[in-house]
T-cell receptor
């Protein structure tokens, strides 16, 4: 079935370090891909999305490229801040379905 | 301000009681969803509704019920049949055809003792 696999956390970084959070997917159709972010005690916020192969989604310094050949959608940021500390979820939805499938989330901790 | 509201933020109930969680949106979105989040896990879909007066079961619907009498409202009832109801519940909505992303409310943390 369709699924999303994310790297285990927590990911611990110093401020201004480079961030990569790996995400790979398995899908039977043509998925759209998303990254959501969840701050402590809050709901999820859409961070970025990509709807077809080779698309790059970007927002707030974060970016991810839809790689069909490697079925991946890795999240990157060049210089993280303490305020980026949160849980990040990779997700997909298959065209013409109405189900968002989530990975288990990766906690990011950024220290000054 | 447009958005999705869930109330209350924290809810406490005794075992054996039914409890209803509120979800309201003023975004004029067609579709609405309920998810359950447990510590260290991703979100699991409970129920969803694409139009008024219609809804479908998600992956973990047992012990839950919903209604969609109005476009802007999608309440979730956690019944006494739900074996492990303590969790963080998230409501989401989606604009409509051609838009795949969902937008989430702030969540309700339910504790049943």
């Amino acid at each position: 079935g369709d699924s999303v696999t994310q790297m285990e956390g927590p990911v611990t970084l110093s401020e201004e370090a480079f961030l990569t959070i790996n995400c790979t997917y398995t899908a039977t159709g043509y998925p759209s891909l998303f990254w959501y972010v969840q701050y402590p005690g809050e709901g999820l916020q859409l961070l970025l999305k990509a709807t077809k192969a080779d698309d790059k989604g970007s927002n707030k310094g974060f970016e991810a490229t839809y790689r069909k050949e490697t079925t991946s959608f890795h999240l990157e940021k060049g210089s993280v801040q303490v305020s980026d500390s949160a849980v990040y979820f990779c997700a997909l939805v298959i065209l013409h379905t109405d189900k968002l499938i989530f990975g288990t989330g990766t906690r990011l901790q950024v220290f000054p | 301000d447009g958005g999705i509201t869930q109330s209350p933020k924290y809810l406490f109930r005794k075992e054996g009681q039914n409890v209803t969680l509120s979800c309201e949106q003023n975004l004029n979105h067609d579709a609405m969803y309920w998810y359950r989040q447990d510590p260290g896990q991703g979100l699991r879909l409970i129920y969803y509704s694409q139009i008024v007066n219609d809804f479908q079961k998600g992956d973990i619907a047992e012990g839950y019920s919903v209604s969609r009498e109005k476009k802007e409202s999608f309440p979730l009832t956690v019944t006494s049949a739900q074996k492990n109801p303590t969790a963080f519940y998230l409501c989401a909505s989606r604009p409509g055809t051609g838009v795949n992303e969902q937008y989430f409310g702030p969540g309700t943390r339910l504790t049943v003792t």
